[in-house]
């Protein structure tokens, strides 16, 4: 006689798959060159995570500078409207200071500078410097050029030139490229400008210094950006 009674099958355990897989694995531990292997694996992440990390960074600092460098090309435009013409980046009539000398070339900010605040703080000039530079203008003394300055994202000094010219008789200038209007320089990340007449030589397939070429690289220049 056929019983009517069914036998209740439990449903699984929620753990036994985890149970079933650590059986499989009891008393296996990872070999030394398992161990290796990841190890070096998670190294390699991290550090393209950090390069990627980095470049990142440099490109929304150079972002930032770029915006300061428009910024500034508007007020010396500004400047040249209201005054006739811009300021002349070779006229750094300063006492013991040679114009060519590394000091006189970080002052040439200075020298904008401190013409655009002769014209008043209330100046359309001046509050287009201001509201272009945030924190990195250094306000300097009367006319005194080498005290004032404006500090790029990097902490290096930006120069600035009226026009460049590589075939006149000014030479401590040629560091830069040529450009027939004022423009305004940032040396980037780096800090270095270089020197642009090396790069000149170097794509004439001549001698040149590959280091100060090479610092070029990541220059920012106000007529560079659209």
């Not at 980095?54 to 972002?63: L, S, T």
């Amino acid at each position: 006689m056929r019983s009517n009674h069914q036998v209740e099958t439990l449903p699984p355990r929620p753990d036994h798959g985890r149970r079933v897989f650590l059986r499989c694995f009891r008393g296996r531990g990872f070999s030394l060159i398992e161990l290796l292997v990841v190890i070096s694996l998670a190294a390699v992440l991290l550090t393209l995570g950090v390069i990627a990390g980095n470049a990142m960074r440099d490109r929304a600092e150079a972002g930032l500078e770029r915006s300061v460098l428009i910024g500034l090309s508007g007020a010396v435009d500004e400047y040249a409207t209201r005054v006739g013409r811009p300021p002349d980046h070779t006229d750094l009539s300063v006492p013991g200071l040679a114009v060519s000398s590394d000091d006189a070339q970080d002052s040439t900010i200075g020298l904008f500078l401190s013409k655009a605040h002769q014209l008043g703080e209330d100046a359309s000039v001046w509050k287009m410097i201001t509201s272009a530079t945030r924190d990195g203008l250094v306000i300097g003394d009367g006319t005194d050029v080498t005290t004032w300055s404006y500090v790029d994202m990097w902490g290096g000094k930006l120069r600035y030139a009226r026009r460049v010219s590589h075939t006149d008789a000014f030479a401590a200038d040629d560091y830069l490229p040529a450009h027939p209007a004022p423009f305004f320089a940032s040396a980037g990340p780096d800090g270095a400008f270089g020197d642009y007449q090396q790069v000149l030589l170097q794509e004439a397939g001549q001698p040149h210094d590959a280091d100060a070429a090479r610092a070029t690289q990541d220059n920012l220049y106000s007529f560079d950006i659209e």
